[in-house]
T-cell receptor
Framework: DQQVKQNSPSLSVQEGRISILNCDYTNSMFDYFLWYKKYPAEGPTFLISISSIKDKNEDGRFTVFLNKSAKHLSLHIVPSQPGDSAVYFCAAGSGGSYIPTFGRGTSLIVHP | SQTIHQWPATLVQPVGSPLSLECTVEGTSNPNLYWYRQAAGRGLQLLFYSVGIGQISSEVPQNLSASRPQDRQFILSSKKLLLSDSGFYLC????????????FGPGTRLTVL
């Protein structure tokens, strides 16, 4: 039973356009959400997070939106660059736990 | 600054052989430590986590084990590897109270033949 779902295994975008990566969750107890980026043969790196008390968090080209009623979050990358090509993992957790639950990832390819 | 080391980077082992993967963290104290496995198309599967020396919690029953002999050392072991143990193993650390923001090592690619 996946509590964090990334239903699109891959996404292809043209350089300069917006990339939107989606994530759905089922556990209403989750109160923090994170996005990680992973290049092949490397460990994931933390990208951006959002607490459940917010609906938007922005860091440069990256913005995460949270819709609690829909149990949905998304990561927007604007403008997309070829160097953004990577696998993006969504993760979520609750304050009482040390352990975030990860989605299966979405592979983003940004074409020059 | 904090750094995390994992070795070896790649490993090819026969079925039935033992395994020992080591992870060390520098520049922080009392981190939470994690072992994950990324199998093809399966995302990140949490295997073990530790909130202190000698404290290990297992998330998935399997033939792997973990130990934390020192504050900043985390070891993943197996007495007899299975083919299904092949994958990309990642160690991560998290500062106390840092909600889910983990820092990952470079990973070990394990192939069991």
């Amino acid at each position: 039973d996946q509590q964090v779902k990334q239903n699109s295994p891959s996404l292809s975008v043209q350089e300069g356009r917006i990339s939107i990566l989606n994530c759905d969750y089922t556990n209403s107890m989750f109160d923090y959400f994170l996005w990680y980026k992973k290049y092949p043969a490397e460990g994931p790196t933390f990208l951006i997070s959002i607490s459940s008390i917010k609906d938007k968090n922005e860091d440069g080209r990256f913005t995460v939106f949270l819709n609690k009623s829909a149990k949905h979050l998304s990561l927007h990358i604007v403008p997309s660059q070829p160097g953004d090509s990577a696998v993006y993992f969504c993760a979520a957790g609750s304050g009482g736990s040390y352990i975030p639950t990860f989605g299966r990832g979405t592979s983003l390819i940004v074409h020059p | 600054s904090q750094t995390i080391h994992q070795w070896p980077a790649t490993l090819v082992q026969p079925v039935g052989s033992p395994l020992s993967l080591e992870c060390t963290v520098e520049g922080t104290s009392n981190p939470n430590l994690y072992w994950y496995r990324q199998a093809a198309g399966r995302g990140l599967q949490l295997l073990f986590y530790s909130v202190g020396i000698g404290q290990i919690s297992s998330e998935v029953p399997q033939n792997l084990s973990a130990s934390r002999p020192q504050d900043r050392q985390f070891i993943l072991s197996s007495k007899k590897l299975l083919l299904s143990d092949s994958g990309f193993y990642l160690c991560a650390w998290e500062g106390p109270g840092a909600k889910g923001e983990q820092f990952f090592g470079p990973g070990t690619r394990l192939t069991v033949l």
